[in-house]
């Protein structure tokens, strides 16, 4: 089980984007700047050293194109996600973009733009492990939004996200456990963390080191015990101190 968090880079040589892009990231509890670069060769060997999961990079560099960069930096960090940051998509659309890869951001920012990019990062990152979310129209229309993970026995299996009560972490089998409406629990296959788990929906919130609930059945918020909804109403979920203030703010806002 880790908790570590996401490592992120930044290299543009506005130094005023870089410090604002930082303060808003520092609102993502999975993410973590971790530093920043102003050229393309700074950067190369901050990429090399640090080997992000997330990288911010501005076209337009002092020493060079971004664009080009890219090339550099999948040779480096393959797993790197890279998001060219940018205020001329226009001039770029068609050399970059339309390709699918990589994802962009506009200058300036826009937080409910970056919050898109941050979401479709996390869903990147969950195809890589094995736990992704299928948004086939078709699906999603008649079941709602989906939950694939690969099992312990590894075998993949689909379940629907209203089914889903809460996970607990098995230390016998030193696995996560998903606990489904019909009584039922679906182990996860062994390596699936945490982080996976929350960064899938904003819906799933950790309450204990060995416990993260989904928010939709969520009824009360105890100084160290929560209460779910039917039909995990016999379930009192422990609260660890750590997570205690994240989660009542989060109930606050449902």
Known sequence: MSNSRNKVIIIDDD??????????????????VVGSAGMCRSGRDLVAEVKPDLLFLDIEL????????????????????????????????????????????????????LNK???RYRRHRLLNNNVRLVTD?????RHGEVFTATTYTNEL?????????YFRYSMRRKVWEVALNDNSFIQLKRGTTANDI????????Q???????????LLL????????????????????RTYSRELRRHFQEI
Do not use: W
């Open 207 to 217: 309450t204990h080191q060995s416990y993260i609930v989904n928010m939709h059945y």
């Open 117 to 119: 990019v941050i979401k």
């Open 198 to 205: 929350l960064n899938y929906s904003h819906q799933f919130i």
């Open 62 to 113: 002092p020493d060079g194109n971004g664009i080009d960069f890219i090339n550099t930096i999948n040779k480096i960090s393959a797993d790197t996600y890279i998001v060219m940051f940018t205020g001329f998509y226009k001039e770029h659309e068609e050399e970059t973009f339309k390709s699918g890869e990589p994802d962009y951001l506009l200058k300036p920012i826009d937080e409910l733009e």
């Open 15 to 32: 130094v005023a984007s870089i410090e604002k892009l930082s303060d808003i990231l520092s609102d993502y509890p999975d993410l973590e």
């Open 137 to 141: 129209d078709k699906t999603t229309a």
């Open 157 to 165: 299996r689909v379940m629907r996200l209203s089914d889903i009560g």
């Open 221 to 240: 918020v105890g100084s160290s015990k929560c209460r779910l909804y039917p039909p995990f109403e016999e379930d009192e979920l422990p609260i660890g």
